[in-house]
């Protein structure tokens, strides 16, 4: 589980645009790939010190992202908190989160629907939640991929405002390792071509749940059938769905709507 740095852009952007609310989740034990001069910048933070090129932390991020505080849940490794999201969550977790950020757990999870269940329990009654999760690809590296139609039906029946849908290509073959002249070269080129633009997150209209365009840096979707429907997906490509709860409603089981 992971936020890298265009993921970091995105999140920035939302938290703008909705800054209410203290306290941060998030599923996974979560590493972040960029440092701390990295996110200043993009939150917009003047800082000067020798720890700016260290890795970012959880308390660098919370603070920079304007939380008091900030937790980590998974079932392995060093999270704040350690349980299993399948198995019913402890009284003090419900309702508790003003945020939650599934950072690539979701799509780990065999049991998803109560996984799912338990993100809306430890949610405030207006809390946001944003995920990052396999749209297609990742092959070993989770047990489910997710279409954006999946996100949009289930917040909208669960009494939430799905603010942003959007994708992004992650192409395992322009990864680039930092801090080599062959990194520096790449990551020029890549500037110059346009080729890390298309890398972008590229936000979905909600009725776009149809893939009607794809090639190897390129998913196109609309809002009706193509007559002839792309034969290839590209590799690693992540959905992301950001959704702000309107009112508390039952948990409901989504029924698809087009």
């Known amino acids: ?28 034990d979560c590493h972040f790939h960029f440092n701390n001069e990295e996110l200043h910048e993009i939150c ?17 991020l919370k603070s920079a992202m304007n939380f008091k505080k900030a937790e980590t849940l998974d ?28 950072a690539g757990t979701l799509f780990w999870c065999f049991d998803i629907a109560s996984v799912w269940k338990n993100i809306l329990s430890m949610l405030k ?16 590296r989770g047990y489910y991929s997710f279409q954006p139609h999946l996100f949009t039906d289930f917040y909208n029946q669960n009494g939430f405002e799905v603010i942003t849908l959007a ?21 020029s080129f890549h500037n110059i071509t346009g080729l890390e633009k298309k890398l972008d997150w ?29 034969d290839m997906i590209p590799n690693n490509a992540i959905v992301g769905c950001f959704a702000r709860r309107i009112k ?11």
């Open 44 to 60: 917009g933070i003047k800082k000067n010190n020798s720890d700016n090129l260290l890795r970012t932390d959880l308390d660098s």
């Open 202 to 230: 590229q936000k979905i209209p909600q009725k776009y749940i149809f893939l009607n365009k794809a090639g190897r840096l390129e998913m196109k979707f609309s809002d009706s059938m193509a007559g002839i429907e792309p």
């Open 248 to 258: 508390k409603v039952p948990f409901t089981s989504p029924i698809p709507k087009k």
């Open 75 to 102: 079932i392995e490794g060093s999270p704040t908190i350690k349980l299993d999201l399948q198995n019913p969550i402890p009284k003090d977790l419900e309702n508790r989160f003003d945020w939650i950020i599934d």
């Open 167 to 187: 994708f992004r290509l992650r192409p395992p073959h322009i990864l680039i390792k930092k801090r080599t002249l062959i990194s520096k070269l790449k990551e």
């Open 125 to 140: 009654e207006d809390g946001c939640v944003f995920h990052l999760n396999a749209m297609s690809g990742y092959f070993g």
């Open 1 to 28: 589980m992971a936020l890298e740095k265009k993921d970091l852009k995105l999140l920035a952007e939302l938290r703008k645009c909705y800054p209410n609310g203290d306290d941060l989740c998030i599923l996974g």
